[in-house]
């Protein structure tokens, strides 16, 4: 429990003359001391540290790099904390120019090698961006832009090495080739044009150097080539030896490049019947109809063993089962439990046995378990708890009466250790195995829930067509899932459901409170943060955000953390029988972040309350509905030839580059860079018949030193290619034609 702990971490590349957080995680440590020392590509340093970034250093590669003079030092005092425990922390790390450095972080000033931690991060600091894409043909495209504004840099001498491998611990490198940026700051690596297919890149242009710690691989994309294609239908997947096995099968070629595939006519096939050892059984020469089908029937073998076995002919297979089994007599089953369950109550539920004659199964054992898990109704902000453990309540043994009946009783205990103030529901699974005087077993489980509070309410936000509810897409960003959905209005939109812990529904009556929220006032677009979250604070929020103006402090770029700036309406509503209601306000609402608070009162007398957050946007407006780094809002992406695919796509960022690129069957068709500035604007995209299959929007954008990409999947169906069946009715004659 008195073990001393310490992590460090950052931000792999950082933008210079900037101040950098140091991330920290410690435990029993009052107070740490810090060191940065400068590790040059053109120093022994790279050659002793090589491989820094992904693995552990040896004590003498430590020792060097303590012995090397340092660019800054500094201690720092940590927050005092005497739970014995393990916390985080930001440190304000100094501003540094261009260049590779690593940082080290030890509890003792004088950096000991004996009864000591010393945590270590190497860092780069660059103004250079790089980003890769592969192409069709398997060529890695590499784009460089400036890590700060986000524009693409020409110019930039990019040098790859290849990796050579021999008997003794180093690792050699030979340098392939040279290449420079164009005016898009892009190059291109193509196969075969180095010789070998693994690779790394130095790039640099004047001061700035930026090296990749992760290797990049190239080979050569060969097309598919065009070939026939089964597929096989069977009337089961199950049979017995000696049953009739009937079969169908449909041949088709694949048209790689026009992504289509043609049924084959009278096409010949032989089809061949494996048995479990690969060992023909039978086969059958069969040709296509007019619909590329073909048909027919084997016998599954009487003798041999059973199990997996194969139809197959030149182009495809399909597997199937032959087994002795015997069919079910009867099968288990229990009856709807009505009613609430009280807890520290016995409840008792009742199962049947019931032959698929129809007859009851009376006189069969029955061995039963029952046991516990704890769940959580959703918090303030729509968040659930997981499950907790299965605990046993009772198990035992009984008997069905002559209706085939039997009944488990049990005590619907709680988990006393959990604070009732959680509001936990506590879930009692029933399994139970039936056994008839024939030995034949069947099982069958259903469960019930009890809990402190019995009503629970949920909210869904969304309608139809502009009014469908949609996520706020923030590009890659990690920790972008909780971000509220958007939406055109708030008229009919809101669904409200009521039931019970046990999911009956039930009518309740309650309010509905629509608050407008206020994004903090932050000179910068607040992004997400990369680094592990903390619990101890050192610098106060107004040295916080003038340090790291992009950074947000204690989450409050989180909608669930801003404060309200009005109250929009407030209303009661009231679910029908079925417990639902659908609901809303008619209000026009500006573009901005709302808070859906639904709330009633539990027959038992306590709150249950429900709380969502959601974006209103103007379509017609050409500001960003919030103050993000990027948003994408889908209008039309599922379309047909001669609609139009249409989507919103913007960003907060003053000045901002964007690059946009069409790709349609893996290759890019149409590219091109985008300049924003604080703004949101409509794409349309006519659709044609060519682009059935669908095709995809990358837009992609460097800033502060982080990258955004939003992926958009544009989906044009083969709606064309439908199968339509048409079903009519008629009487055949005695002559046998219909009348």
């Given at each position: 429990i008195l073990q001393k702990e310490l992590a460090v971490t950052v931000e792999k590349t950082q933008i210079p003359d900037a101040p950098?957080?140091?991330?920290?995680?410690?435990?029993?440590?009052?107070?740490?001391?810090?060191?940065?020392?400068?590790?040059?590509?053109?120093?022994?340093?790279?050659?002793?540290?090589?491989?820094?970034?992904?693995?552990?250093?040896?004590?003498?590669?430590?020792?060097?790099?303590?012995?090397?003079?340092?660019?800054?030092?500094?201690?720092?005092?940590?927050?005092?904390?005497?739970?014995?425990?393990?916390?985080?922390?930001?440190?304000?790390?100094?501003?540094?120019?261009?260049?590779?450095?690593?940082?080290?972080?030890?509890?003792?000033?004088d950096f000991s090698l004996s009864n000591n931690t010393i945590s270590y991060t190497p860092l780069i600091v660059t103004r250079l961006s790089l980003q890769n894409q592969r192409l069709k043909d398997g060529s890695q495209m590499f784009i460089v832009n400036d890590a700060q504004t986000g524009k693409p840099v020409s110019g930039v001498t990019a040098k790859i090495y290849s990796y050579i491998y021999n008997n003794s611990d180093e690792t050699k490198e030979k340098l392939e080739t040279t290449k420079e940026t164009d005016s898009q700051g892009m190059f291109t690596i193509k196969p075969n044009s180095i010789s070998n297919n693994n690779f790394r890149i130095d790039l640099s242009k004047g001061s700035d150097n930026f090296s990749t710690s992760s290797t990049y691989n190239i080979y050569a994309s060969t097309p598919e080539q065009d070939h026939n294609r089964t597929l096989f239908f069977t009337d089961r997947q199950l049979y017995r030896p000696g049953q009739t096995i009937y079969f169908k099968g449909i041949i088709y070629k694949n048209n790689n490049e026009q992504g289509i595939n043609q049924v084959l006519k009278n096409e010949k096939t032989t089809v061949h019947f494996y048995n479990r050892n690969s060992k023909e059984i039978a086969k059958l020469d069969l040709r296509t109809n007019e619909f590329g089908s073909f048909s027919g029937i084997f016998i599954a073998p009487n003798s041999g063993l059973t199990g997996n076995m194969f139809i197959r002919n030149e182009s495809g297979n399909q597997s199937i089962k032959v087994e002795e089994y015997k069919r079910p007599k009867f099968e288990v089953s229990f009856k709807p439990v009505k009613g609430d369950i009280q807890l520290e109550k016995q409840v008792s539920v009742t199962g049947t046995a019931v032959g698929f004659a129809g007859a009851n199964i009376g006189g069969a054992s029955v061995q039963y378990r029952v046991t516990r898990t704890v769940r959580y109704p959703y918090f303030r902000w729509g968040i659930p708890q997981q499950y907790g453990q299965n605990k046993e309540i009772i198990h035992g043994t009984t008997e069905t009466n002559a209706n085939g009946e039997f009944t488990v009783q049990f005590p619907a205990t709680p988990d006393n250790s959990i604070d009732k103030k959680s509001l936990p529901v506590f879930s009692y699974s029933i399994s139970a195995d039936v056994t008839d005087i024939n030995g034949e077993t069947h099982s069958s489980q259903t469960s019930v829930s009890a809990g402190y509070v019995s009503l629970e309410l949920s909210v869904s936000i969304g309608g139809k067509d502009d009014n469908l509810a949609q996520r706020l897409f923030m590009g890659n960003e990690i920790g972008t899932s909780n971000m509220p959905d958007i939406i055109a209005n708030l008229k009919n939109t809101i669904a409200i459901s009521s039931h019970n812990i046990n999911d009956v529904p039930i009518p309740a009556r309650g309010t509905l409170l629509i608050q407008e929220l206020k994004q903090p006032e932050r000179g910068e677009i607040l992004r997400v943060r990369l680094l592990p979250a903390t619990d101890q604070y050192i610098l106060n929020k107004d040295e916080f955000v003038s340090a790291f103006p992009n950074e947000s402090y204690k989450n409050d770029n989180n909608p669930q953390s801003w404060s309200v700036a009005s109250v929009v309406e407030t209303k009661e509503f009231q679910t029908d029988s079925t417990g639902r209601l659908i609901t809303g306000t008619d209000k026009k609402l500006p573009p901005g972040t709302y808070r859906i608070t639904v709330s009633a009162i539990d027959i038992s007398g306590a709150p249950v309350e429900v709380v969502n957050h959601i974006i209103i946007y103007d379509s017609t407006s050409t500001k960003p509905p919030v103050k993000f780094p990027v948003s994408y809002i889908p209008k039309t992406i599922i379309c047909q030839p001669g609609m139009n695919a249409s989507f919103l796509y913007g960003t907060s960022f003053k000045s901002a580059s964007v690059l946009y690129q069409m790709e349609y069957h893996g290759e890019i068709i149409e590219q091109k860079q985008l300049e924003f500035s604080d703004e949101i604007r409509q794409f349309t995209i006519p659709i044609e018949e060519k682009h059935r299959g669908g095709f995809s929007i990358l837009l992609s954008m460097v800033h502060e030193g982080r990258l955004y990409t939003t992926p958009i999947n544009i989906s044009v169906p083969w709606s064309n290619k439908d199968l339509k069946i048409e079903t009519s009715t008629g009487r055949l004659s005695r002559s046998g034609k219909s009348s």
């Open positions: 950098f957080i140091s991330n920290v995680s410690y435990r029993n440590l009052s107070k740490l001391f810090f060191r940065i020392i400068k590790a040059d590509n053109t120093s022994q340093v790279r050659r002793k540290t090589r491989g820094l970034d992904y693995e552990y250093l040896e004590a003498k590669q430590i020792r060097f790099l303590l012995d090397l003079p340092s660019v800054h030092k500094w201690e720092q005092t940590l927050p005092s904390v005497s739970d014995f425990r393990s916390h985080t922390v930001d440190v304000k790390s100094p501003a540094l120019p261009l260049g590779k450095y690593v940082l080290l972080v030890s509890p003792n000033e």
